[in-house]
């Protein structure tokens, strides 16, 4: 059983729309959780924590979700330069992550 | 340093031969983690340091891949008798904390492990 699942897409989404991606994990005592952004043959960043209130960061917004054990990223407005892939991250174990393509 | 550094860049090797990936942390950072990622996938755990030690090993394929961090900082990652399944970019991070890490895991560009 993998420690975070993720379902890997592709998600393809015009200009300005708004597109969320899911991500389960299995060990209930996790702490620490991230989303991160992966862009062709380069290395992952780190696009945000994500606490357990939920967190904002302008169109990106985080949610937690302990007692159904999945975190969340939604994406508001899309842009161009958001087409990336999205990995989710539970302490140090990443999903496979999700390629999104904004088509203008 | 001011970022992770992974060397080499490139590596091409023959099946059966012997290589070690080196990294290079951010100064002060105690932690530094592992990963293999093939295309389409995301990165593999492989295993983690806490300081000197591997505080979690359980991602490593097979005993022909071994990892040390002597002194807390530079690691090296060694692969023996190199497989073709072993292709892969081999990514390096460290956090400045270990497991829990708030500020997240910091990446090398990596290095593309290719085995013909």
């Known amino acids: 059983r993998k420690e975070v699942e993720q379902d890997p897409g592709p998600f393809n989404v015009p200009e300005g729309a708004t597109v969320a991606f899911n991500c389960t994990y299995s060990?209930?005592?996790?702490?620490?959780f991230f989303w991160y952004r992966q862009d062709c043959r380069k290395e992952p960043k780190l696009l945000m924590s994500?606490?357990?209130s939920g967190n904002e960061d302008g169109r990106f917004t985080a949610q937690l979700n302990r007692a159904s054990q999945y975190i969340s990223l939604l994406i508001r407005d899309s842009k161009l330069s958001d087409s990336a892939t999205y990995l989710c991250?539970?302490?140090?174990?990443f999903g496979t992550g999700t390629s999104l393509t904004v088509i203008p | 340093g001011a970022g992770v550094s992974q060397t080499p860049s490139n590596k091409v090797t023959e099946k059966g031969k012997y290589v070690e990936l080196r990294c290079d942390p951010i100064?002060?950072?105690?932690?530094l983690y592992w990963y293999r990622q093939s295309l389409g996938q995301g990165p593999e755990f492989l295993i983690y340091?806490?300081?000197?030690?591997?505080?979690?090993d359980s991602g490593l394929p097979n005993d022909r891949f071994f990892a040390v961090r002597p002194e807390g900082s530079v690691s090296t990652l060694k692969i023996q008798r190199t497989e073709r399944g072993d292709s892969a970019v081999y990514l390096c991070?460290?956090?400045?904390?270990?497991?829990?890490?708030?500020?997240?895991?910091?990446f090398g560009s990596g290095t593309r492990l290719t085995v013909v």
């Open positions: 100064s002060g950072h105690t932690a």
């Open positions: 991250v539970v302490e140090f174990y």
């Open positions: 340091f806490q300081g000197t030690g591997a505080a979690d």
């Open positions: 060990n209930s005592a996790s702490q620490s």
């Open positions: 994500v606490y357990s």
């Open positions: 991070a460290s956090s400045l904390t270990g497991q829990g890490a708030m500020g997240g895991y910091t």
